[in-house]
C-alpha cells in the first residue's frame, strides 16, 4: 500500500488519478482548495480530501501534517489553474491574471515538493510527477501565462531530477494532449478539438485513461532509473525535437 498525494484532485485529471491509485489498494490524499463532489471515491476509507491552497506554504505543510504519515511514496502535481482559463492575446493578459496562474501553476508545484521532500525523503522510492502540457512543444497561442507556467515545469522536472537523485527519488514530468474530463472549459472550441484529433496520429479523443498507465508507470518501480524525463503523451500530435 503505497502513501500517493495528488494535488488538484478534487475534479478532473486529478480526481481520475486518485480513483485509480485508491482502486490499486493505495491510501491518497488530495489537496485542492475545494473537497469535490461527494462521489464514491469520497466515502471511500483510503482517501482523504484535504482543503489547501498549493500558492501558501503553511496551508500544504498543515495539510500534509494532518495526514500523520511518516512518508509520501508519490507526490502528483497536478492542481492548475486551467480549465477556468479563457483565450485571450497576451497583450490582453491582466497582469494579475498572470500573477495567479505563474503562482498556481509553477510556484505551487515548487511549495507542495518543498514541503512534501520530508515525507518523500522517508520513502524507500519516492516518485514526484509533474504534470506540464503539450501546449509547451506545440507553442499553442492566446494563453501565455498558462503555456509559459508549464513550460517552466519541464525546467524544472531536470533540475529537481538532479537535486533529488542522491535521496532515490525520481522526478518526471506528463506533457498531456487536450483531454476530456467531466469539466466543461472554453480553452479549445469544439471545433479545435476537431482540428486536434484529425492532426494525431491516434486521431481521437483522448480520456483521462489515456494518461493513467503512464502515471501508474512512472509511480512504479517500472520507472525506478528514469528521471528528470518529460513525456508527451497526446496521441502523437507533437513531437519531441531529437
Ligand atoms: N485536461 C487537459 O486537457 C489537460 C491538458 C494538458 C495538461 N493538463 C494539466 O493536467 C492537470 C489536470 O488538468 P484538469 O483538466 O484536471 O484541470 P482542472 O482545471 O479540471 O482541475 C484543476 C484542479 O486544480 C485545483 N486548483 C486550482 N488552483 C488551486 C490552488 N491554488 N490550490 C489547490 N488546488 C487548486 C482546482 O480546484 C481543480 O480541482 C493540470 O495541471 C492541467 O494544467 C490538462
Given amino acids: 500500500m503505497r502513501h500517493v498525494v495528488i494535488t488538484g484532485a478534487a475534479q478532473g485529471i486529478g480526481r481520475g488519478l486518485a480513483a485509480h491509485f485508491v482502486g490499486q489498494g493505495d491510501r491518497v490524499a488530495s489537496l485542492d482548495l475545494t473537497e469535490g463532489p461527494a462521489d464514491a471515491l469520497a466515502t ?31 507526490l502528483i502535481n497536478c492542481a492548475s489553474i486551467f480549465s477556468t482559463l479563457s483565450m485571450q492575446p497576451f497583450w490582453e493578459i491582466p497582469p494579475s491574471e498572470w500573477r495567479r496562474v505563474i503562482d498556481v501553476n509553477l510556484n505551487g508545484v515548487f511549495f507542495v515538493t518543498v514541503a512534501a521532500l520530508p515525507y518523500l525523503k522517508a520513502s524507500t522510492a519516492g516518485r514526484v510527477i509533474h504534470f506540464s502540457s503539450a501546449v509547451v512543444p506545440m507553442g499553442r497561442p492566446h494563453y501565455l501565462h498558462y503555456v509559459s507556467s508549464k513550460a517552466g515545469i519541464v525546467g524544472m522536472t531536470r533540475a529537481m531530477a538532479r537535486e533529488l537523485g542522491q535521496f532515490s527519488v525520481t522526478v518526471n514530468a506528463i506533457l498531456p494532449g487536450a483531454t476530456v474530463t467531466e469539466v ?42 528514469m528521471t528528470g524525463q518529460s513525456l508527451i503523451v497526446d496521441g502523437g500530435l507533437v513531437f519531441n525535437g531529437a
Avoid at 494525431?200 to 512512472?218: E, K, M, P, S, Y
Wanted: hydrophobic letters at 45%; one cysteine or more; proline letters at 4%.
Fill in 44 to 74: 471511500d476509507p483510503n482517501f482523504r480530501a484535504l482543503c489547501c491552497d498549493v500558492t501558501e506554504p503553511a496551508s500544504i505543510e498543515a495539510a500534509l501534517a494532518s495526514l500523520e504519515w511518516s512518508h509520501v511514496d508519490v
Fill in 184 to 225: 466543461e472549459r472554453e480553452t479549445v472550441s469544439p471545433e479545435q478539438m476537431q482540428a486536434m484529433i484529425a492532426a494525431r496520429a491516434l486521431a481521437r479523443t483522448q480520456q483521462i485513461d489515456d494518461l493513467t498507465g503512464v502515471v501508474a508507470f512512472l509511480a512504479s518501480d517500472a520507472s525506478r532509473f
